[in-house]
């Protein structure tokens, strides 16, 4: 699902980018800078912390980076449109999730740090980007960061929250296994008890031999074996007295 959202939305990036124009220069330093996210999707999984740190880099540079020119801008509408806006920047937020749902409580905090740091700085270059539509800078930096600050905090939560739910179902698998051990051994306990009983009821004097195997994962199985019949009695012998014969 997630390979999903980063293929539509590199898509959407791809088609809004050709409405804008910037320096050669600029053009590649934003492909790459645009890509690296994209590409940590890859192995956000394995390296959570690495992949956090190559997103929140490529994301300092496209915040920072010269806004795009309009060419041909419609009449009333906006000149110059920061490159944080195109839909690729989104592609942050998987890298967000992703250190907060699987890296330490530590480390998940200081991303958290680090994005709302990112937020603010983004909230500076956005407010100079629509101070031209519009007065009043601190109300502008106001609503911007109420947009900013909100989503990099739930983004964060949702991570923190699956981490939650995924230690939560290891804890009730380990526990489903040892109940599942503890019910296996009272099965044998009590299969051990029923024959030892059986055999004193039939109150015989023949030895009982026991085989024991170990059980694999569990417990230990204990299986009768039953021991040679002796050799017939000559017939000129006396029967015992009430003793039976195995």
């Not at 489903?176 to 299969?191: G, M, T």
């Not at 015989?204 to 039953?226: I, N």
Request: charged share 15%.
């Amino acid at each position: 699902m997630a390979f999903a959202f980063v293929v539509v939305l590199g898509s959407l990036s791809i088609s809004g980018a050709q409405g804008l124009h910037w320096s050669l220069v600029w053009v590649i330093v934003l492909i790459v800078a645009f890509a690296v996210p994209h590409l940590t999707a890859a192995f956000r999984r394995h390296w959570p912390e690495f992949a956090y740190a190559a997103a929140s880099v490529a994301m300092l540079v496209i915040v920072l980076a010269p806004d795009g020119q309009v060419p041909h801008p419609v009449s009333g509408g906006p000149s110059r449109i920061p490159a944080l806006f195109l839909p690729s920047s989104l592609v942050f937020l998987v890298a967000l999730f992703s250190v907060a749902a699987r890296a330490s409580t530590g480390r998940s905090r200081a991303a958290l740090v680090i994005a709302l740091a990112g937020a603010g700085i983004a909230t500076g270059t956005t407010a100079d980007s629509l101070r031209r539509f519009t007065t009043g800078g601190l109300l502008i930096k106001f609503y911007a960061f109420a947009g900013f600050g909100p989503i990099v905090l739930m983004t964060w939560n949702l991570g923190r929250l699956a981490l939650v739910r995924r230690q939560r179902a290891a804890t009730e698998r380990a526990e489903a296994a040892r109940l599942a051990v503890l019910e296996e051994r009272a099965r044998i306990a009590r299969e051990m008890h029923d024959i030892v009983r059986l055999r004193r009821g039939r109150k015989s004097a023949c030895p009982l031999k026991l085989v024991v195997a170990e059980f694999p994962g569990t417990s230990r199985t204990v299986v009768f074996e039953k021991p040679p019949s002796p050799a017939p009695a000559p017939s000129n012998a006396s029967p015992s007295n009430g003793n039976h014969s195995c």
